[in-house]
């Protein structure tokens, strides 16, 4: 598979939908509730696809695995399940307040749009630290491979292992160790992505690369192809958007939601195989980028009167208003995040139950449409 295969327009689309500037003006307020729609559909298909995998269970699995879905079911049935959203009519802006997250942002695009937002915004304001302390310095970007296979356990760890072998050489390096064209490489981040479009599983990386001196990608090339025996396929490029940096971060991290592109089968063969890893990586000036992924909320503007609106989803149609109130009406604003406690009390086994049944339906509906690279099945 060549590099210029793994260009998702889509993902990188809805990754800057939720970043851009302004993301936050009332009259976007539908076309984000659309987004976040779309992202729960998808999930509920995906939640179709874990239910299969408890039910049909055999000897040779991995029971671990089968208690930990069983365990994961009910909390992506409730994600985004609720919503709700604080207006600040005195600027026009609105923000994201409330909501119960799954946090299994390979299997659910709504956390996965939500933490890809985080981590644009987090190490795009670290990246304009490095341009104002560092003069001189240059911002690329770097995808590179790895030969496809059949087993993706084994195909990612070759390539995990492969990139920790080139970190090495640059650290040797700079200790006068080692020579390596990756030595003038500053500080980097980068993330992990797995394509599978039917030559078996492809890992692959997305780096951006912070340096000084120009990098020469036929020796970076050679140096690849003698680390892992099998592959001399990378592409290094200037950032695309020097005045804008954020919108190149947006090809970093889009990792998660490019997982929209499987089907729902092979997206649950990776999550079981990368749950768990660490699939975003830095060094150098990017090193201790501090990104709080337990918080996935807008933040508050503190001290502005809004409007709380709460948004229920229902299949087929989308978020619909629910009530309104005045934060002259909440007598205490810490308490205006979703009742986690009133949701949690329910019977979980009934509602998961409901909520599987939904997104079987979702999924008979959608199952002889070709995946298109977006967050549902072509209509």
């Known amino acids: 598979m060549g590099i210029s295969e793994m260009k998702n327009p889509?993902?990188?689309?809805i990754l800057a939908d939720e970043t851009e500037t302004g993301f936050d003006e009332l009259a976007k307020l539908p076309a984000r509730l659309e987004r976040y729609s779309n992202a729960k559909e998808r999930a509920l298909i995906n939640l179709s696809q874990v239910q299969e995998k408890i039910n049909h269970f055999s000897d040779s699995d991995d029971f671990a695995f089968k208690n930990h879905l069983i365990g994961l079911a009910?909390?992506?049935?409730?994600?985004?399940?609720?919503?709700?959203?604080?207006?600040?009519?005195?600027?026009?802006?609105?923000r994201l307040a409330g909501a119960y997250f799954c946090k299994a942002h390979l299997l659910c695009p709504f956390c996965a749009i939500r933490r890809g937002s985080k981590l644009?915004?987090?190490?795009?304001?670290?990246?304009?630290?490095?341009?104002?302390?560092?003069?001189?310095?240059?911002?690329?970007?770097?995808?590179?491979?790895?030969?496809?296979?059949?087993?993706l356990a084994e195909r990612q760890n070759h390539l995990q292992k492969s990139l920790q072998k080139l970190f090495a050489h640059r650290r040797n390096s700079k200790r006068g160790?080692?020579?390596?064209?990756?030595?003038?490489?500053?500080?980097?981040?980068?993330?992990?992505?797995?394509?599978?479009?039917?030559?078996?599983?492809?890992?692959?990386?997305?780096?951006?690369?912070?340096?000084?001196?120009?990098?020469?990608?036929?020796?970076?090339?050679?140096?690849?192809?003698?680390?892992?025996?099998?592959?001399?396929?990378?592409?290094?490029?200037?950032?695309?958007?020097?005045?804008d940096p954020a919108q190149d971060f947006l090809e970093i991290f889009k990792y998660a939601l490019k997982f929209g592109d499987l089907t729902p089968e092979l997206n649950l063969q990776a999550?079981?195989?990368?749950?768990?890893?660490?699939?975003?990586?830095?060094?150098?000036?990017?090193?201790?980028?501090?990104?709080?992924e337990d918080d996935l909320f807008d933040t508050p503007l503190d001290e502005?009167?809004?409007?709380?609106?709460l948004y229920k989803f229902y299949s087929g149609s989308g978020y619909s208003l629910q009530k309104s109130q005045h934060s002259d009406e909440i007598p205490d604003r810490k308490t205006a995040k979703i009742d986690q406690k009133r949701v949690n009390q329910r019977d979980l086994?009934?509602?998961?139950?409901?909520?599987?049944?939904?997104?079987?339906?979702?999924?008979?509906?959608?199952?002889?449409?070709?995946?298109?690279?977006?967050l549902r099945p072509k209509l």
């Not at 039917?198 to 912070?210: D, K, Q, R, S, T």
């Open 10 to 13: 889509e993902s990188v689309g």
């Open 74 to 94: 009910p909390k992506i049935a409730q994600c985004g399940d609720y919503l709700r959203f604080r207006e600040y009519y005195t600027v026009n802006k609105v």
């Open 120 to 151: 644009v915004e987090e190490y795009s304001k670290r990246h304009a630290q490095i341009l104002t302390e560092i003069k001189g310095v240059k911002t690329s970007m770097l995808t590179i491979t790895i030969k496809n296979g059949v087993e």
């Open 177 to 243: 160790k080692s020579n390596t064209e990756f030595s003038k490489v500053i500080g980097l981040v980068g993330t992990f992505e797995v394509t599978n479009k039917g030559n078996g599983w492809h890992p692959h990386a997305h780096i951006m690369l912070v340096h000084r001196e120009y990098i020469r990608a036929e020796k970076l090339k050679e140096e690849w192809k003698k680390i892992t025996g099998d592959s001399e396929v990378l592409r290094i490029d200037p950032a695309k958007h020097p005045k």
């Open 271 to 292: 999550y079981e195989v990368l749950r768990g890893k660490r699939l975003v990586f830095s060094a150098g000036e990017f090193r201790n980028v501090k990104v709080n």
């Open 304 to 309: 502005l009167p809004f409007f709380e609106h």
């Open 349 to 374: 086994d009934q509602w998961c139950g409901h909520m599987v049944k939904v997104s079987k339906k979702l999924r008979e509906q959608h199952k002889k449409d070709a995946w298109n690279g977006q």
